[in-house]
């Protein structure tokens, strides 16, 4: 496919399960069950080549964002009653992670490549930013 027809994908993420739309016409192009994430809600982003997805039960997902195809599943090292909403962000070969003032680094292979706590910032939402970018929670 080509990035024009790529980029033509709307996300939807609804109840451990993600699907891709065709922004266009509305018919479902590919879904994926996203084994672990729970029902709960569901932190997506995309760079049009990847989609990165981070589930209530802190499972961090990256799938192929043209067919959906599962490329690796990884826990985060999030509490698990982590407060907070996931913030997600994918920035060249890297996936942050973060929730609770935790923070998660991953390549896009899956490796993890570093993580940072932040102690005493645990019982607020994560902003991650740099420059030109700012992500924000899901949802806000």
Do not use: K
């Not at 997902?61 to 067919?67: I, K, P, Q, S, V």
């Amino acid at each position: 496919m080509y990035r024009a027809q790529l980029e033509r994908l709307l996300l939807v993420g609804v109840g451990g399960h993600l699907a891709a739309l065709d922004r266009e016409s509305g018919r479902e192009v590919w879904r994926q069950r996203l084994e672990g994430a729970g029902a709960e809600e569901l932190a997506l982003t995309t760079d049009g080549f990847h989609v990165a997805a981070f589930g209530a039960r802190n499972v961090l997902f990256c799938l192929d964002y043209a067919t959906g195809e599962l490329r690796w599943r990884r826990m985060t090292s999030h509490a698990p009653n982590a407060l907070g909403r996931p913030t997600l962000a994918i920035d060249g070969d890297r996936v942050y992670a973060a929730r609770a003032g935790l923070v998660d680094c991953f390549a896009l292979d899956g490796r993890c490549l570093w993580t940072q706590a932040l102690p005493g910032l645990d019982a607020a939402a994560v902003v991650l930013a740099w420059p030109h970018r700012t992500v924000t929670p899901a949802g806000r």
